[in-house]
């Protein structure tokens, strides 16, 4: 393995790291249960003086109507220096059904798997483990640099509530947009392919959401007196949603995929390289024989680069022990919509509406509630200079070129766009999950080695940032 | 309004009939709720002794594993006189939501309506009201034709369960079997068309149930990591059940309508005449703008003459407030079948089953419950000359012709199948209900013109059948 200053350091204090990540998974800062409050606060307080210690000269915690972020930052010497954010969370998922952690998830505990070892706890890997990278990535920067500042300004903003929605995010972003103010945002909430392959995400997808309520009878009715012969709003929603999709498993709103932008050849091709086992991950959690979607494109872009509409529940009548001959009086139906750049979740209420109204029955009213808000999608601009400083700093850890480091796409939505909207500036990802570290489920854990890689990236990642010059940044912040 | 011995006694003793009434409808035997099983054992004891004072001289209150069914026999002297049966049910439907009612339920009350004086209470109708015709109905029979017998032997069962699906009513049967034989069963539970429109039912609809529930991955899968590339039970779900009518709103499972008897010509002229407001049906309890349904039928022929198909219930994923971005592991709806002569409610489980796997995606595995047993459909046989002695009986209750008695059909589903296959009997419906008497429903009446009417043709009843020739009887039976 080729050395580096910054591996050196790495691996000579790997210890720390591993140290942190201990003592802040122990904290069980689970957001969405209000009884655990007081948790979140103390990981905020422990994240805060990890800070400290790392050596942010500023470091505070911001209190929001929920959960406190904690902002730091250390401001570079060097005139003319980009400014770079770190984002990422500190609270974490529930554990439930916590019969089925081999280890209690606060506890956390090393194991050795087939890839190396692994650490199990609730945060090991999302985000507590992804995140605790950069303590140890920016001592190693100043280490082999021999600098006593940072080459680019470090900015950092870690929320409490994203794996509650970031309902007071956005909002945070507004207030201290000034004091938030960078040239680039850092992503590290995301992960890689595989173990040995080093990757960047480009791209996460947005949310939107409806619930649909079909309307026939004022009353439900008694199936003999009236089956078959007026509307039954059970049988109008199964349409409905029997037609949510078209026969290439297109999404049939009017309009949906307008602001849809293409896979390009670029990422499509190094998508296309990622190695991808379909068997073993039908196999997995989704039990499934088939892959099934969106004609003309492969599981991973249906997952990643293309929108998705699913039904996430349906209920309406009878749904107790025996049967009840009734005409109910409602159907309901929850969908939500992953979305890709550039679609806005704003258009989609009155997408479904439209497409809600075309497909109606007569005699079946509808009502259609599409909450504002939803989760933009992002992208990072793939021709950037920030993205080529990302790519390097990648291969540098991994020991590759700059060229082998392959693209994903992250499925999954959360607050990214904002940052990238609200403080103008382009996203990079870095981080170093795994899909198969079990996030959001029970035995979630991290591959230690992908930590080890993680910091080395980070640290490459401030020099990295700091040798584009100065037009390049221009042109980049451009984007 | 011309004569009739049997006129003038059920106007003499009207008061007996609602004095009667009054009596057994304060009795709450309502026998879906184990906690009124003593005031079903009351009702049962009250309708015993009202048979006793009536005159029969055999009266037995017969235990089932559930609710008491009461039997009574009353032999004519006559040497080959026929036997009938009265079938009817003392339970009676619960009262929720109570607080919807004008009256307390079981405080029979008089109320002034635009067809006359009705009586408010549950069971006004049904059952009580329909059956209790029989009580003053056959006392008019004795003193108009001055007999000490009745004219046929007249045997008579009320169940205590039909409320509640008659779980025990075919055991009863075939216990009895010999006791109750018969060569008619004179059926009253059920209604004419209108106050002034004598008719006759002809069928009753069976009943088959199905309850499907469609599976994909092993547990709920995140919809950002899964979304848009497995299948999902929901859209497997919507897709198959808006596949269970075609574009002329036939039912679609294999083979549903090979049994199906059409309906002749001179019925459904019969049915055809009968007058039936579309719109003010609509705008009743199914408040809606269409009638739908199988192309090629009116409202009336597909509620009472046509096989049907209903989803009564339907749900899967997440249910609750807001949104949870899954792709659930299981989808379940409840479907039942309404049946018309010839049909078989055992063919349907089959059925069923071969339809689903016939609509199956690939990567959804099926699960159809389908409890043997159902109900079988029943009708009448139009042109046996019992008939003609129904017929010939309601148009004398009514000062019309025989002719002029419309055929209805009823869409509902009882035991009367058992009846008649395990009794080997033909079927009569004698009976005075109203579409708008409520049953089953907050505030039902019954109008208590009708209830004279009732007791008149069911006087008239006795002579006719015992009047049919022993060739016409023979012939009958043989149906």
């Known amino acids: 393995m080729p050395s580096s200053a910054e591996r050196d350091f790495v691996h000579a204090h790997i210890d720390d790291l ?47 109507p929920g959960a406190p972020a904690v902002f730091a930052e250390w401001p570079s010497a060097d005139d003319g220096a980009p400014v770079a954010l770190v984002y990422g969370h500190h609270d974490v998922q529930p554990v439930d059904p916590v019969e089925l952690w081999v280890h209690p998830p606060f506890e956390p505990t090393r194991v050795d798997g087939p890839d190396g070892p692994e650490l199990h706890g609730r945060g090991a890997s999302d985000d507590k483990g992804v995140l605790v990278v950069h303590l140890l990535g920016l001592r190693a ?43 680039v945002v850092v992503v590290s909430d995301t992960g890689m392919a595989a173990p040995d392959i ?4 480009t791209a996460m997808r947005g949310l939107a959401d409806a619930e649909i ?12 007196s009236f089956g078959g012969a007026v509307p039954n709003p059970l049988h109008a929603m ?13 999404v049939t709103l009017p309009g949906f995929y307008d602001k849809v932008r293409p896979l390009g050849e670029r990422e499509r091709e190094l998508m296309g390289r990622v190695p991808f086992d ?4 039908l196999a997995g959690p989704a039990a499934s024989r088939v892959a099934t979607g969106e004609q003309g494109f492969t599981t991973l872009e249906r997952t ?13 009548g009878y749904t107790g022990p025996g049967h009840k001959t009734i005409i109910p009086a409602e159907a309901h139906a929850k969908v939500t919509f992953r979305l890709v750049a550039d679609q806005r979740p704003e258009d989609v209420a009155e997408q479904v509406r439209a497409w809600v109204d075309a497909h109606l029955p007569e005699g079946i009213e509808a009502e259609v509630h599409a909450p504002p808000g939803g989760v933009a999608p992002c992208a990072s601009d793939l021709g950037s200079p920030w993205m080529d400083a990302l790519l390097n700093s990648i291969a540098q850890a991994f020991d590759t070129d700059p060229g082998s480091v392959l693209f994903t796409r992250e499925g999954g939505s959360g ?21 198969n570290d079990r996030i959001h489920s029970p035995n979630e854990r991290v591959l230690l080695p992908m930590l080890t890689r993680g910091a080395e990236a980070a640290a490459h990642l401030w020099r990295e940032l700091a040798a584009l010059r100065p037009r390049d940044r221009v042109d980049a912040a451009g984007h």
Do not use: Y
């Open 18 to 64: 591993h140290a942190d990540l201990d003592a802040w998974v122990r904290i069980p800062s689970i957001s969405a249960d209000p009884s655990f409050a007081p948790e979140v606060e103390r990981s905020a307080t422990w994240l805060a003086e990890a800070l400290r210690r790392t050596g942010f000269p500023t470091v505070e915690i911001w209190p929001t």
């Open 198 to 201: 080093p990757s960047a995400v």
């Open 278 to 281: 379909e068997q073993a991950w």
């Open 213 to 224: 309520t079909l309307r026939g009878p004022a009353v439900d009715l008694h199936s003999g």
């Open 415 to 435: 607050p990214e766009a904002d940052l990238a909207e609200i403080l103008r500036a382009p996203l990079l990802f870095l981080g170093v999950g795994l899909p």
């Open 238 to 250: 199964a349409s409905l949603l029997a037609a949510l999709h078209d026969d290439q498993g297109r």
């Open 304 to 316: 990643g680069a293309r929108p998705t509409a699913e039904v996430n529940g349906m209920w309406g």
């Open 141 to 183: 920067h100043l280490a082999a640099t021999g600098r006593d500042t940072p080459a680019v300004t470090v900015k950092v903003l870690i929320e409490g509530e994203e794996e509650s929605g970031s309902p007071h995010f956005a909002a945070l972003l507004e207030e201290h947009q000034d004091r938030l103010a960078c040239d």
